[in-house]
């Protein structure tokens, strides 16, 4: 069996007569692109997938997709999936997002030809793939369900409305007891709960947490306290955190050993991270972008990441002792650049680079931007709030990787100009329900409503889809991940994973921390299979919506009976003949590390940026101060002029009568 590199047995690459397949595994997406030569796509129908866990002794069973040939189901409902054996996939990319971590699966994919009442097995293709453990000994990473408005949950669920105390069913062992709430966390509210609880007597956890309100986690803080773990926490000191805390019970002190610190500031104290220390040594942190809160894990797109590695640990360890003493910006910005400074254009192979907020300046953008032009193959990354100008440079200049993006928001002018002048380069999707507008409220609590798309048969061919969200108010409904991948698919991948935005204010302003992550094959399998998970949910969705409110009548569900749906995937320079050639590249050219070491230092001007920008900060006060001052001085003339006058008059009046006579003689005179 062939690998796409390295020989992992969760990257394959396989080949049979006229047909082949490379494969990415993740921990519960199994990732598959197909090719064909032009002679053997004539007639072609689609492709059927079955699969089978490896040993188990069951035999392999047909996958099955939401789409159908409308002659072979007159009268489809809807929320029916059909085997892709009868209504095959008419596509060169397709996931399966039913695995299971650690699970060795036997796949077959099967060409289909002819009469759509009796297709011809043409030719197939067959090949084994072991989805990754979730926590290696090195890097554990979940990701949650993230796409909460979904044909799954309104099947499985019938889209039942969560409750608090849904989200709150949770035991001291760390079991979530709602199977609603256990589909949307996917293992990553238990896993934060496993790290806290599997810690022993006399062991410690450091917390820093900007939203922390999620009863189950403090609850597991407290259970860890009375046991005798070392626990303190650095929180942000809100009204909503403060009754968190209260509620759970966590003491200010035990004994003289302080347990809460307050962050007053600076606005956003945004980290969410924490440190596990045996005997007295950092060993582990969990980081990543999901708060400590119902909506972080059950809501909006996010990830965990632990990361096991003394050193990291280490690293994390000082940043939070700095932040314990809540420290101004000034020495804010000083404690994190020290702790990080700023990384090369191309950190050392195989290794793993912190870097912390605030900056003096917001030069690392261009470090990503970099980075994303650099990219020989792919540049993936999710943006939750604007797309920063240095960014979308960096995503708009042509070059030979395709670029896919996830926002939060519907794109900007500016953004969608850019996707248009690299058409099939550069492709964004952004969060979206199926058949519905999502309308946020732009008020300092946030919120949302939903309002149906009128005048379509959307309602009649898909099952009625709703935001489980706990709350409606906030900001984030879809993404909240952070996250930059640089050639997921080559030997030597770039992960930037943590809490900080891609924006200015996350880099001169907040407490953030990120990963830079190079060289780990498996952690950009698993951020990558999850990225294409997001991705396509939210594009498919958001394409749908926009055809229909244009007036487009036509079934998105209907399989083409012909062979016409094939030109697209081959058709150069769109967007899907790149997403499958990048699969199929010969792998020649510079990677990004060697395209990073010919690029300029982002840097170079990072202290006249940052004076530039005290500059500009101190402008109105200066000249607030200069119209004060000149209106003082003008004041001040003013007076002195009319002090003058007056004594000069005075002294006037005030002449001896002789010399007043002898005026008026010489003015009888003249």
């Known amino acids: ?20 397949a490379k494969v990415v595994a993740g921990t519960r997406v199994v990732l598959m692109a197909l090719d064909m030569p032009e002679q053997a796509r004539t007639g072609l129908r689609g492709f059927a997938f079955k699969r089978g866990v490896s040993g188990s002794g069951k035999p392999a069973q047909w996958l099955t997709g939401i789409k159908y040939f409308k002659d072979l189901v007159p009268n489809p409902k809807p929320g029916v999936q059909y085997s892709t054996r ?12 039913a695995a299971e971590p650690n699970t060795t699966y036997d796949f077959t994919v099967v060409a289909l030809y002819g009469d759509i009442r009796q297709m011809e097995e043409r030719y197939s293709v067959s ?80 917390v820093c947490a900007y939203e922390f309100t999620y009863a189950p986690i403090l609850d597991a803080l407290k259970r860890a306290l009375d046991r005798g773990v070392d626990v303190r926490i650095v929180y942000h000191l809100t009204s909503q955190n403060t009754d968190a805390v209260k509620a759970a019970k966590l003491p200010k002190k035990k004994g003289s050993t302080q347990i809460l610190f307050e962050r007053t500031r600076p606005k956003i104290p945004h980290n969410k991270f924490i440190v596990k220390l045996v ?66 254009n191309a950190i050392a192979p195989s ?25 020989s193959n792919l540049a993936v990354m999710t943006i939750p709030f604007n797309v920063a100008p240095a960014i979308l440079t960096g995503l708009a200049k042509q070059g030979p990787a395709l670029r896919l993006v996830i926002l939060e928001d519907p794109p900007s002018t500016d953004v969608t100009h850019a996707e248009i002048q690299n058409k099939g380069r550069l492709v964004f999707s952004n969060g979206a329900i199926l058949g519905k507008n999502f309308i946020k409220y732009k008020t300092p609590a946030g919120g949302a409503k939903v309002v149906p798309i009128t005048h379509t048969k959307l309602e009649e061919w898909f099952v009625d889809e709703e935001l489980a969200r706990p709350a409606n108010n906030g900001h984030v409904f879809f993404v909240h991940s952070k996250f930059l991948i640089i050639d997921a698919l080559s030997a030597d991948p770039l992960v930037c994973s943590g809490s900080a935005n891609f924006s ?17 094959t498996r952690v950009a399998d698993i951020y990558l299979t999850e990225f294409d998970r997001i991705f396509r949910h939210f594009y498919a969705r958001d394409a749908i919506n926009r055809f229909a409110q244009h007036g487009d009548q036509d079934n998105p569900l209907l399989l083409d009976t012909t062979d016409n749906w094939i030109a697209p995937n081959f058709k150069p320079g769109s967007y899907k003949n790149n997403r499958r050639l990048m699969f199929f590249t010969d792998g020649s050219g510079k990677v990004w590390a060697q395209r990073a070491a010919d690029d300029p230092n982002p840097f170079a001007d990072e202290a006249q940026r940052a004076k530039n920008a005290r500059q500009r900060k101190n ?9 004060a001052k000149s209106n003082k001085t003008g004041s001040k003339k003013a007076a002195t002029k009319s002090v003058k006058s007056k004594r000069s008059s005075k002294n006037k009046s005030a002449k001896p009568a002789k010399d007043r006579k002898k005026t008026g003689a010489r003015q009888r005179k003249a």
């Open 1 to 20: 069996m062939e690998s796409l590199s390295g020989g992992s047995f969760m990257r394959v690459n396989k080949s049979s007569q006229n047909l082949s």
């Open 86 to 97: 009868q209504h095959p996939i008419q596509g060169f990319l397709w996931s399966d997002y």
């Open 127 to 206: 090949f084994s793939v072991k989805t990754e453990v979730e926590n290696d000994g090195h890097h554990g990473i979940w990701f949650n369900r993230g796409a909460i408005a979904s044909h799954a949950l309104a099947t499985e669920f019938q889209n039942k409305p969560i409750t608090k105390e849904m989200f709150n069913n949770v035991d001291a062992n760390g079991v979530i007891g709602d199977k609603e709430v256990r589909w949307l966390s996917r293992g990553l509210a238990e896993a934060c709960l496993k790290f806290i609880n599997g810690c022993d007597p006399g062991e410690g956890l450091r």
């Open 279 to 344: 005997s007295g040594k950092p060993q582990a942190v969990w980081t990543g972008s999901t708060n400590f809160t119902d909506t972080g894990f059950y809501g909006q797109t996010n990830v965990g990441h632990l990361v096991m590695d003394a050193n990291t640990a280490a690293t994390y360890l000082k940043y939070w002792e700095e932040l314990s003493a809540n420290p101004t910006l000034k020495p804010a910005v000083a404690n994190a650049m020290e702790l990080t400074p700023n990384p090369k």
């Open 351 to 375: 290794s793993i680079e912190e870097f912390y907020s605030p900056r003096i300046a917001d030069n690392m953008l261009d470090w990503y931007a970099e980075r994303i032009e650099d990219a």
């Open 504 to 520: 200015t204010g996350s880099l001169i302003s907040n407490d953030e921390n990120m990963l830079l992550i190079r060289g780990e």
């Open 619 to 627: 402008a109105p006060a200066k000249a607030r101060s200069g119209t």
